[in-house]
């Protein structure tokens, strides 16, 4: 018998870890081995429409008009056989993606991205998930993901499948911060967030601290964020991206995603900070820089970045919402 399906569209935001997910206790259930905290940002954002359809063969994947192969949206695939479990479905999916992120830049695209199919594609097979169970589905995708469907400072605790979400800590912003995306290099990362956790958490002397770096980051950075004290924010925030990047340095073999504009960039910030311009920077999986301020400095930030590195690579956006639906 034919089952009418409808379409569900569904917008997520990005997130910026200000202390980091950095390895898994399970890579399948993609369990984190500590919690993290995030900003969601409002200017960087993925919208997905989800149909399942009795007519399709297998799923189809449609990302920024371009048809993914099947090794492409291999992700989306597994993450489907995800939703097709929880709903009792064997019915495949149309999947139409619009990513407002630069792609793979480190710039989280996956985070925006996983989030708005959990909305999308959960809702299309008929669950009506709350958002504690979206953030468990997101997780299923990207581990950041599970963060992106609240928006404001989030939380993502470490736990097993039932007890690993994320929640807000102080969802509706209204602290008037910026966060400044610099873009050094927009090219495709050479080592994914995925296979760089791993080789850190297998082969770094260090990483054994890294659990007890995380809870004592958490546990100053949350009164620091409810105070809204950039001083704290920034210095905890910028010393856990120092901290988890020194994991891959300190890997077998070693790798960075620094490259000789991150070294640079993270210099201007520096000498920013000297001449009484408070900003801090974090970085992830890639050598771009996210850049935290007050938003009455975010022009002068702005501008001294975009003086050294070009008006083009210089974006600023500020806290975002959550997961939004945008029609059925
Ligand atoms: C984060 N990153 O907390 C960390 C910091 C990158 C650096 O979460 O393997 O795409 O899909 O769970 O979520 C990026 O990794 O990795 C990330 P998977 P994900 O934002």
Redesign the pocket.
């Known amino acids: 018998m034919t089952q009418l399906f409808s379409k569900s569209t569904a917008r997520a935001h990005t ?3 200000l ?4 390895g ?1 206790a399970d ?1 399948d259930l ?1 369990l ?1 081995i500590t919690d ?1 905290l ?1 900003l969601t940002l409002d200017g960087f954002y993925t919208d997905t429409s989800v149909v399942f359809d009795d007519c399709l063969t297998a799923d189809e994947v449609t990302l920024n008009s371009h048809r993914l192969s099947l090794d492409e949206a291999s ?1 989306v695939h597994q993450f489907l056989d995800v939703v097709r479990e929880w709903s009792h479905l064997t019915t495949f999916a149309r999947v139409q993606s619009v990513n407002h992120v630069p792609t793979s830049a ?1 710039l ?1 695209s ?2 925006s991205a ?1 989030a708005a199919l959990a909305g999308s594609a959960s809702r299309a097979a008929g669950l009506n998930l709350s958002r504690k169970d979206l953030s468990r589905l997101a ?1 299923r ?5 599970s ?1 992106s469907i609240y928006g404001g400072f989030v939380q ?1 605790q470490k736990g097993n499948d039932e007890t690993s979400y994320a929640f807000p800590v102080e969802e509706d912003v209204t602290w008037p911060i910026s966060m400044v995306a610099l873009i050094v290099d927009a090219n495709q990362k050479k080592v ?3 296979l ?2 791993q080789t850190s958490v297998a082969s770094s002397p260090f990483y054994a601290q890294w659990p007890t770096i995380v809870a004592k980051d958490l546990e100053e950075i949350k009164p620091a964020i409810l105070n809204h004290d950039l001083t704290h924010v920034g210095q905890i925030m910028e010393a856990n991206a120092m901290r ?1 990047h020194a994991l891959t340095l300190s890997a077998a073999p070693s790798f960075t995603y620094f490259n000789g504009e991150t070294i640079r960039a993270m210099n201007l910030v520096q000498s920013l900070r000297q001449t009484g311009v408070e900003c801090y920077f974090t ?3 890639g050598p771009n820089l996210k850049i935290l301020c007050e938003s009455e400095n975010e022009t002068t930030v702005v501008a001294a970045l975009a003086s050294e590195f070009g008006a083009d690579h210089v974006l600023a956006t500020r806290p975002g919402k959550g997961l939004t639906y945008l029609s059925d």
């Not at 202390?19 to 950095?22: A, L």
């Not at 995708?141 to 993901?145: D, E, F, I, L, Q």
């Open positions: 997130n910026i870890a202390v980091k997910y950095w898994k890579s993609k984190p993290s995030s992700r480190g989280a996956s985070a996983f997780r995708g990207s581990g950041s993901a963060r993502w994914s967030s995925t760089g956790m988890m970085l992830d999986a």
